[in-house]
């Protein structure tokens, strides 16, 4: 079962994810090349701030996504065609990968697929980010607090 709260969302995983989303809008600079790379992501914990970190999340999550035919989630192809002006590497070595707790983020990742001036908000401004945990480890939590308390900037955060 899922809940959304604003700025929150919840299941019973034992994985945490928090995704923030600078407001600001006028400091992008788009990369000369953005390499999207299928990966897993478990539980360890991680801060995704590179450009290619955080497209290489967004993009194991949407053709994760596709997969398991959410009707909700943008289509491959409409999501290769929204970085048209950028030269991208897709990189896919055939297997299924996933992220743990996919659940918990669909929601916030079809948000951003939806709107473009977020997209590049996201994945192409340093105080955007990605924190992944578990809530198997306290301390996980703590990191996680004491990153989005301490983003000085107005932004969205979204975190469960």
């Not at 996504?65 to 909700?72: A, G, H, I, K, M």
């Amino acid at each position: 079962m899922f809940n959304e709260r604003i700025n929150t969302f919840e299941t019973n995983s034992s994985s945490t994810h928090a995704i923030c989303i600078t407001k600001e809008r006028n400091i992008i600079v788009l990369p000369d090349k953005i390499n999207f790379k299928l990966t897993d992501y478990g539980r360890e914990f991680q801060v995704l701030r590179e450009v290619d970190e955080k497209a290489s999340f967004l993009y194991t999550a949407i053709m994760y996504l596709n997969y398991c035919n959410d009707p909700d989630i943008i289509s491959i192809n409409d999501f290769y065609a929204m970085f048209d002006e950028i030269n991208c590497n897709f990189i896919n070595d055939g297997e299924r990968h996933y992220i743990d707790g996919i659940n918990i983020i669909a929601p916030v990742i079809k948000r951003i697929c939806r709107n473009k001036n977020k997209l590049y908000r996201f994945l192409f401004h340093y105080n955007s980010f990605i924190i992944i945990g578990s809530d198997e480890r306290s301390t996980d939590y703590d990191k996680i607090e004491d990153i989005i308390i301490h983003a000085e900037y107005p932004n969205e955060c979204y975190y469960g």
